[in-house]
Nanobody, 124 residues
């Protein structure tokens, strides 16, 4: 499975961006997003299952970010609203072939495939 992320860019605090990730070469039950700021560890942002029944968000983005799937197009989107400077990072799309319990959606170790990353920069 290959993952191609897009939609990153630069925005002022309070603005919005929408990231998209297209999966090709196979199907994945779980798709999600992680992010990594310079000098920091990769952190979980959001993920959900193909059915949408399992969805999870990182604590720092709850209420501001929304993840959604378009299963017909093997695509996952991340709508990011009310962006803050601390949201600045490289955002990575990730996917897992098989289902997983919701408690493990935020654990990078469980993901089989990773995209190349897209930069998001939020200025104050």
């Amino acid at each position: 499975v290959q993952l191609q992320a897009s939609g990153g860019g630069s925005v002022q605090a309070g603005g919005s961006l929408r990231l998209s990730c297209i999966a090709s070469g196979g199907s994945s039950d779980i798709m999600g997003w992680f992010r990594q700021a310079p000098g920091k560890e990769r952190k979980f942002v959001a993920a959900n299952s193909r059915s949408g029944g399992n969805t999870r968000y990182g604590d720092s983005v709850k209420g501001r970010f929304t993840i959604s799937r378009d299963n017909a197009k093997n695509t996952v989107h991340l709508q990011m609203n009310s962006l803050k400077p601390e949201d600045t990072a490289v955002y990575y799309c990730a996917a897992r072939a098989r289902s997983i319990i919701v408690q493990d959606l935020g654990v990078a170790y469980h993901y089989d495939y990773w995209g190349q990353g897209t930069q998001v920069t939020v200025s104050s």
